[in-house]
C-alpha cells in the first residue's frame, strides 16, 4: 500500500551541529510536502514546506530537498539548537480538490545535547 | 497569526459514554479535517469536510463517529460510544483552497 516512512527512530546530535532527517515516500503522484515539529503535548507545527515541481527550498535554519527520482525527502536544520529537540514527521499531499489530504509518516525524534 | 483553536484540551470519559470534540478552524478557510495520534504513533487520517459534507473518511472513521459543522464557525467531531482503543490525541485541522494546512493543539482523549 501506499506509505510514508521514515528511516530512523531517533536522531542526536551535537548543539551546534547541522541535523539531516531523512523520509520516504511510496506515492509517485504526491505533488506537496511538508515537515512538522510536534512538542510533547502539542500539535503538529508547520516548518517548512515544498511542491513537487521544486528540489529544495529554504527557510530560517532549516533547508527541505526533494528527490523524486527516489523519492525521498530531507529535513536539513543548520546549527541544531536546544530548542529544536522535538518529533518530527514529514507528510505528503495527494492533491484532490476537496478530497485532498495529508499522509503522515512515523515522527522521529531529534534530541539536541548541550 | 489565525489559529485552529480546539477544546477542551483534555477530555476524560468513561467506557460507553459520547464524546464531542470541538473545534474552531480558521475563519476563511474551506476545507477542514480530523486527525488523531495514538501515543508513540503517527499521526492518522480520519476525515475530510467540504462543503457541509464528509469529502472522505477513513477505515477509523466508522458509524461511532461523526463530524457536524452546525453554525458556519465550529467543526465537532462526536464518538458516540467511546472504546478503551479511542484513547488518543484528536487534531482538527483546516485549509484554504490551496495548500495551507493548520492545526489545533489538539484534545487529549482518554477513555477509562
Known amino acids: 500500500g501506499e506509505s510514508v516512512g521514515l528511516h530512523l527512530p531517533t536522531l542526536s546530535v551535537q548543539e551546534g551541529d547541522n541535523s539531516i532527517i531523512n523520509c520516504a515516500y511510496s506515492?509517485?503522484?504526491?505533488?506537496?510536502f511538508i515537515w512538522y515539529k510536534q512538542e510533547s503535548g502539542k500539535g503538529p507545527q508547520f516548518i517548512i514546506d515544498?511542491?513537487?515541481?521544486?528540489d529544495k527550498r529554504q527557510g530560517q535554519r532549516v533547508t527541505v530537498l526533494l528527490n523524486k527520482t527516489v523519492k525521498h525527502l530531507s529535513l536539513q536544520i543548520a546549527a541544531t539548537q536546544p530548542g529544536d529537540s522535538a518529533v518530527y514527521f514529514c507528510?505528503?499531499?495527494?492533491?484532490?480538490?476537496?478530497?485532498?489530504?495529508?499522509?503522515f509518516g512515523k515522527g522521529i525524534t531529534l534530541s539536541v545535547r548541550p | 497569526e489565525p489559529e485552529v483553536t480546539q477544546t477542551p484540551s483534555h477530555q476524560v470519559t468513561q467506557m460507553g459514554q459520547e464524546v464531542i470534540l470541538r473545534c474552531v478552524p480558521i475563519?476563511?478557510?474551506?476545507?477542514f479535517y480530523w486527525y488523531r495520534q495514538i501515543l508513540g504513533q503517527k499521526v492518522e487520517f480520519l476525515v475530510s469536510?467540504?462543503?457541509?459534507?464528509?469529502?472522505?473518511k477513513s477505515e477509523i472513521f466508522d458509524d461511532q463517529f461523526s463530524v457536524e459543522r452546525p453554525d458556519g464557525s465550529n467543526f465537532t467531531l462526536k464518538i458516540r460510544s467511546t472504546k478503551l482503543e479511542d484513547s488518543a490525541m484528536y487534531f482538527c485541522?483546516?485549509?484554504?483552497?490551496?495548500?495551507?494546512?493548520?492545526f489545533g493543539s489538539g484534545t487529549r482523549l482518554t477513555v477509562v
Open positions: 485541522a483546516s485549509r484554504t483552497g490551496d495548500y495551507g494546512y493548520t
Open positions: 506515492n509517485s503522484a504526491s505533488d506537496y
Open positions: 515544498i511542491r513537487s515541481n521544486m
Open positions: 507528510a505528503e499531499n495527494l492533491w484532490a480538490g476537496a478530497n485532498s489530504k495529508l499522509t
Open positions: 475563519s476563511n478557510h474551506l476545507y
Open positions: 469536510f467540504y462543503n457541509n459534507e464528509i469529502s472522505e
